[in-house]
């Protein structure tokens, strides 16, 4: 199992956003999460093709795009175009989900697909062999800084142990409220990547945080 983290650039300060990438440059995060609202899948809009090209040229670092949008289908080719990395698009925003998935590998990048809270896990039962990663979102998506749902580790239980029976290698993200007192226990109920915004862009040092995020 891996143990990645991956900051969301969402909280970060949007007018130092070379000097924030620069900062996870030097940490440990191995993974930059990029989180892409429309205003209509979720109750917020934050950024889009822009933001992310110009982070792609600030660093060699795995870009993980988590989209928060309608019909992902219609922009997977803009999205491996600027470079990204992992393209995660929610079940509950495409119709075809397993074409979708396909469509994401078809151009090179890694295919991740994320559950609403309320979303069960047998909605992705039957595309699992062709997902790359699960993200598992543990607070309702549109926002940062929100309380960590406490039912969702037994959610990334559950999945591990799908993912494990069937042999499976798809990977386990878990996205919201995750924070240096949640982090360890969510490793070890079998994340392999956490995502962390507020935890991270919030505190004092960063770079220090990421470290305890690790340990
Ligand atoms: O997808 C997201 C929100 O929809 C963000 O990735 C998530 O909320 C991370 O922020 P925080 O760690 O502050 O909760
Ligand atoms: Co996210």
Not at 9 to 34: I, K
Request: one cysteine or more; charged letters at 20%; glycine letters at 8%.
């Amino acid at each position: 199992m891996a143990k990645i983290i991956s900051p969301s650039l969402l909280s970060a300060d949007f007018l130092r956003l070379g000097d924030e990438c620069q900062m996870l440059n030097r940490s440990a995060a191995e993974w930059f999460h990029l989180d892409v609202m429309d205003g209509v899948f979720v109750p917020n809009i934050s950024f889009g093709m822009p933001v992310i090209g110009a982070v792609r040229k600030m660093t060699n670092k795995v870009l993980d795009a988590h989209l928060m949008i309608v019909e992902p289908e219609r922009y997977i080719t803009n999205f491996a175009k600027l470079g990204v990395d992992f393209l995660t698009v929610h079940c509950e925003a495409t119709v075809h989900l397993h074409r979708t998935l396909q469509a994401i590998k078809a151009e090179g990048m890694r295919a991740g697909v994320a559950l609403n809270p309320s979303t069960s896990l047998w909605a992705i039962e039957e595309v699992l062999p062709e997902a790359d990663m699960v993200l598992l979102m543990s607070v309702n998506p549109g926002f940062g800084g929100q309380k960590f749902i406490e039912t969702t580790i037994d959610k990334v239980k559950r999945l591990r142990r799908m993912i494990d029976e069937r042999g499976l290698q798809t990977l386990i993200q878990i996205d919201g409220g995750v924070n240096t007192h949640n982090a360890k226990m969510l490793f070890e109920a079998g994340c392999d990547v956490l995502v962390a915004g507020n935890a991270v862009f919030g505190s004092d040092d960063p770079v220090k945080t990421i470290e305890e995020l690790l340990k």
